[in-house]
């Protein structure tokens, strides 16, 4: 190394190079740094604009969007935050669930099956009461088939004889009370009490007697009393087929012979609509005749007659729709067959004849 080498680098070593701008020092927008005086930065290069916003920008928390870790939140947001306590979740309560999952309370219990199926077999109002082995006979209610006896009462008994009425020496009195006491016994009699039947008087019989006397007779005949029946329903025929009156009927003895009337009351479904009237008694009778008159609908007589079970010689008119009556009467006299006699009505044509709820039956057994 020469000498000018030699003092370059003793000279580096003890002074600042040289500055040299863009060489060892840099540029600012490509100005050099060196000289005096101030610096300008402006031109090209410079922020024009904020999120669209230029000029002298002042940004608030509307003008930051979301990122993709952290997000903006509004006011609202905020506030519900505020509102939830720290921990909380999303449960809700379920509308049903076990009681397994209720906590008794100081006043509420939860109870198991097996407590539930033991009070199920509680009676309502029971205690826990054992009836005692022994105990006093004051606490037990008497009434008129259970009472107590006394000793003195079961010595009295006990101290009774053990003979009865009787003719054997065995088992009777002796004296004069034995034998006369049991051919007493024997023979009917009166009570002591028993009023005499020439004693008797009217007002006596007819407080205690109640109802009716379905049947009477006296020495030399005369018959039985007279026996009502009502019809308590209405029934309809709307054909041609004679049918039951409901409630129309009585039982007929055997042998016997009947004296009978009937109120016969029916509606038509028009006034052209006649009746059929006739009637049915017990198997081959000895007797059986039976005659029935309304008025037509111009109001003169109109009938019929029978003179065997569901015969109709003609048929009878209608004065009216409604309130039509006829009056029937008829002998039976049965022979060995009992049964009933029912009376029996159709209508005449096409049509409906109704038999009326008080409509009457009235028969008395004369033989």
């Known amino acids: 190394m020469n000498?000018?080498?030699?003092?370059?680098?003793?000279?580096?070593?003890?002074?600042?190079?040289?500055?040299?701008?863009?060489?060892?020092?840099?540029?600012?927008?490509?100005s050099s740094v060196l000289g005096s005086g101030n610096l300008v930065v402006s031109g090209e290069g410079a922020v024009s604009s904020v999120n669209e916003q230029t000029g002298a920008v002042v940004?608030?928390?509307?003008?930051?969007?979301?990122?993709?870790?952290?997000?903006q939140y509004s006011?609202?947001?905020?506030?519900?935050?505020?509102?939830?306590?720290?921990?909380?979740?999303?449960?809700?309560?379920?509308?049903?669930h076990s009681a397994d999952i209720i906590t008794d309370g100081s006043t509420n219990k939860a109870y198991t099956g097996t407590e539930q199926t033991k009070l199920s077999g509680i009676e309502t109002g029971a205690n826990n009461y054992t009836h005692p082995a022994n105990h006093a006979p004051s606490i037990i209610t008497q009434d008129a088939s259970n009472r107590f006896v006394t000793d003195t009462e079961k010595n009295t008994w006990n101290g009774k004889?053990?003979?009865?009425?009787?003719?054997?020496?065995?088992?009777?009195?002796?004296?004069?009370?034995?034998?006369t006491a049991y051919?007493?016994?024997?023979?009917?009699?009166?009570?002591?009490?028993?009023?005499?039947?020439?004693?008797?008087?009217?007002?006596?019989?007819e407080a205690v007697l109640t109802g009716e006397i379905s049947s009477h007779s006296h020495a030399g005949g005369g018959g039985e009393s007279e026996v009502i029946v009502v019809a308590t329903q209405d029934t309809p025929n709307a054909t041609v087929n004679l049918a039951n009156a409901t409630g129309l009927v009585?039982?007929?003895l055997a042998n016997s012979t009947y004296i009978i009337e009937g109120f016969i009351c029916w509606s038509a479904s028009a006034a052209t609509v006649g009746i059929k009237l006739s009637a049915t008694a017990p198997t081959s009778p000895t007797l059986?005749?039976?005659h029935f008159i309304t008025d037509a609908v111009n109001g003169t007589p109109d009938s019929s007659s029978f003179n065997a079970n569901d015969v109709t010689v003609t048929t009878s008119a209608s004065a009216f729709t409604t309130g039509n009556i006829a009056s029937m009467c008829c002998v039976l006299k049965t022979a060995g067959n009992a049964g009933n006699f029912q009376i029996r009505f159709a209508a005449e044509t096409t049509g409906t004849?109704?038999?009326?709820?008080g409509s009457v039956l009235r028969y008395r057994k004369i033989v």
């Not at 940004?59 to 997000?71: A, E, M, R, S």
């Not at 004849?353 to 709820?357: D, G, L, N, Q, S």
């Open 3 to 30: 000498i000018k080498d030699r003092l370059k680098q003793s000279y580096d070593l003890v002074y600042q190079a040289l500055l040299v701008s863009g060489t060892n020092i840099k540029t600012i927008n490509n």
């Open 59 to 71: 940004l608030n928390q509307d003008n930051i969007g979301d990122g993709t870790t952290y997000k």
């Open 75 to 96: 006011q609202t947001e905020k506030s519900k935050l505020s509102g939830v306590e720290t921990g909380a979740n999303n449960y809700s309560h379920p509308s049903t």
């Open 161 to 179: 004889s053990n003979l009865v009425l009787g003719d054997l020496i065995t088992n009777a009195y002796y004296g004069d009370k034995g034998k």
């Open 183 to 205: 051919d007493h016994s024997q023979v009917a009699h009166a009570p002591s009490n028993a009023q005499k039947n020439s004693d008797i008087l009217k007002s006596e019989i």
């Open 250 to 252: 009585f039982s007929a």
């Open 288 to 290: 059986l005749a039976g």
């Open 353 to 357: 004849i109704t038999m009326k709820a």
